[in-house]
Every structure is written in structure tokens, then in C-alpha cells.
């Protein structure tokens, strides 16, 4: 279905603005199928983010600080997630013995299996939200998002 279709509306100021309110409705979306799936994982988008992150450092830990720079939502509290995701058994915080200052976080065995099997599923849910897209299609895309980011 087109944008205007979407959201019940006919004109839009130029070309651009169709295009900025047409990503940011569609991230939205996506954003909404990606909670929705994860919600039986009792795990947020920002928290399967972070465990994605920890998995691929994984045995090396990482710190908050490194979690914000790699997150894909900068607005997201890190910290707060990471405390969040612990309480689940999912991940570990540690002192690191050479700067108090600094605390690592590591993924669980828990954690790794619970994200092993989400992930699956959100990978079949992608290929299914972007099925309409041909491999030089969502190619194109990518040049063209990242064009617009610079």
C-alpha cells in the first residue's frame, strides 16, 4: 500500500517530505512487527539489540559506553538495559580489575540460546516484511540510506 494510502493522506509538500514521512512510517512498522515478535522473548528491540552486540564480542566483553556507540537507537538508556537484561539472567556485569571506573558486560549461556532463537525468528520475519524487494532492489536501498545519512 502507498504512504498517502497509509496514513490517509493525498498531498505532500515535495517529493523529499513524502520520502522523509514514508522511512520514518516504515521504520515504525518494522519497528512494531520486530516488538511484537519479540514480546514472547519478554525482550524489547533495544534489549535484542544489545544482546545482538555482546553475542558478537563475545568471550570479550564490552562496556556501556560501548553498547550507546553501536546501538541502533541512540536514544536508548544503555545502562538501563543492561541492568534490565541482568535481572534476566541474561547478560553479566563485572568491575573490570584494571579501571574501577569500568564496567564489562558479558552475554550468558542463557542469554545466547534466548537470542539464537529470537534471532531466527526475526530473520524470517524480515525476509517476509521485505519479500517485495529483489536482492538488487533492497541493494539499492541500502546505497540510498546511506546516501541520505552521508
Known sequence: MRIGEEIQQEKFNTELHKAHINIVYTASWLNLHATKL??????SPQQFNILRILRDMHPRPSTVKMLTERMLDKMSNASRLVEKLKQKGLVEREACHDDRRRVNVYITTQGIELLNRATAEVEKSVETS?????????????????????
Open 38 to 43: 519479540l514480546k514472547k522473548y519478554n525482550i
Open 130 to 150: 521485505l519479500a517485495a524487494l529483489s536482492r538488487e532492489e533492497a541493494a539499492h536501498l541500502n546505497q540510498l540510506l546511506d546516501k541520505v545519512r552521508g
